[in-house]
């Protein structure tokens, strides 16, 4: 289970600031296969092997180019918000048809009187955006570390601003998890689908990066506190894309 991590995101739901839009211990280091979606057809032909498979990151000529000069769906006014929290803000510039900026979420620690979780003394926020069967993609940033046990499946994608990042899905059993997904399963919706949280590959200045992960919100954390349904429209492969597209608001 995502227990650590989304008892982290739980720790901070009591002191965060919602601002209505207008429109997650550590894993155990492990072997984890990259599937980039640019290369479906050679996972094809190898997903009836057992075996732990390993590629190369997608350079960055595999990963979509998209514009940064997106605003993500955010307003001004929460724009200026996440601003305010003096960590690096990612977003993605593109998210599936139909999605829409719900509510962002936040948690100062830059004053001495902040009263929300500061793990590590970093703010953290998260974007959430919804369609209009409440499924919901959920953009996190999280101070201190994450994680706490695995998935069913799991594959590892390259990004231009968090390099190789994870992404899990399915049923946990600690005893047969971590499968390499075939072709069927990256292009189909999948319950309990994120990607693991981590940094910014390179820090941005002086200023220190907290763990991004993005969430599928089907989970019972997120169904309670935001109103999500189970996921009927992320697939692993639209995860990796959104992953791709992220941006740093300036």
Known sequence: MKWFYKNSLLSLGTSLLCLSGCSSGCFAQ???PTVPTTNLAILAQNSTSTESQTNPPP????VPAISATSSGGLSDQQKASLRELGIPILFPAYVPDGFQVSQIVTNSCRTA????????????Y???YKNAQSNCLIMNAIGGGVGGGASDFIFRTGTPL???VEILFGT???????KLPTTEQLTASQSDLYSFPVRLVASTGSTRSPNYNIDAGD???YRTTYGCSQNTSITPAELEKVLQSLVILN
Do not use: E, F, M
């Open 162 to 164: 968090l390099g190789a």
């Open 113 to 124: 009187t902040a009263t929300g979780s500061c793990r590590d003394g970093l703010s953290s």
């Open 59 to 62: 350079s960055s000529s595999n």
């Open 172 to 178: 946990v059993d600690p005893r047969h998890g971590g």
């Open 219 to 221: 989970g019972k954390y």
């Open 30 to 32: 492990q072997v984890v």
């Open 126 to 128: 998260s974007i959430v």
